[in-house]
């Protein structure tokens, strides 16, 4: 089926986009610039669309993006440090941002007569991202039915909803995935910082696989304390 899939450029993004090329026809990659704190993760979006040999477009909602004010991503706020599982993590939810994105990525896909939107939420994103749970696509699969009656059908592909990040780095593995091209720290320093959440969950998904982590990070060992692994 041809599958346009939105990819920020992270690890769990650019493993579906490998997926989708391995398993289904990659109608290309769209990602978005909503003002977020850096560019670093678009960048290794467009080289994995050039890996793959398809389109990559840029969708640029940054005024949309300032209008959601209040998210460590958008904002002038520390991102904290620590597990995802932390209430402290909150701080780093940009509100309604996967609806808008899926959205205008469904537009898209029927513009371009695609069969399916694909999005790369996991089981790790339930705690504290409302719109990465089973209930929300479901519901947002229910809307786009009705939204594009008479247009063609387009389905929302999301493959990794009910699994962890431990298991998208198996499935990356077996995709042949560079997971040393793909950008996840939400810091966006010249390394992975190894302490925000997304970082901390990142080198801990590797640990569970028993794959080695190829990242270079800031602070390599912060990951044992904020999961509670240290010694292990």
């Known amino acids: 089926m041809k599958t346009l899939v939105i990819c920020s450029g992270g690890l769990d993004s650019v493993t579906l986009a490998h997926k989708v090329a ?13 003002g977020q704190r850096h560019a670093k993760e678009l960048d ?5 669309a050039a890996r793959l040999g398809v389109p990559h477009h840029v969708i640029d909602i940054r005024g949309v993006g300032a209008a959601l004010s209040g998210s460590a991503l958008t904002d002038d706020l520390d991102v904290p440090d620590g597990h995802y599982a932390e209430d402290t993590m909150k701080v780093t939810v940009v509100p309604n ?37 089973p209930g929300f696509i479901d519901a947002f699969q229910t809307m786009e039915n009705k939204a594009l009656e008479g247009m063609g059908e387009v389905e929302l592909y999301t493959p990794f909803v009910t699994i962890s990040k431990a298991e998208i780095v198996t499935e990356g593995a077996r995709h042949a995935t560079p997971f040393a091209e793909t950008w996840s720290c939400y810091k ?11 970082c901390v969950e ?3 998904a590797f640990h569970l696989a028993g794959i080695e982590d190829p990242t270079d990070y800031a602070d390599p060992d912060y990951w044992r304390q904020a999961t509670g692994t240290e010694g292990a």
């Open 22 to 34: 391995a398993e289904r026809e990659l109608a290309g990659l769209v990602s978005f610039d909503y």
């Open 44 to 48: 290794s979006a467009a080289a994995c």
């Open 97 to 133: 941002r996967n609806a808008i994105m899926l959205a205008i990525a469904f537009g898209m896909a029927a513009a371009q007569k695609a069969g399916a939107v694909a999005a790369a939420v996991h089981g790790g994103d339930h705690f504290i991202y409302p719109d990465c749970r």
């Open 188 to 198: 966006g320093g010249d390394l992975h910082c190894g302490r925000c959440g997304t």
């Open 202 to 204: 990142r080198r801990e």
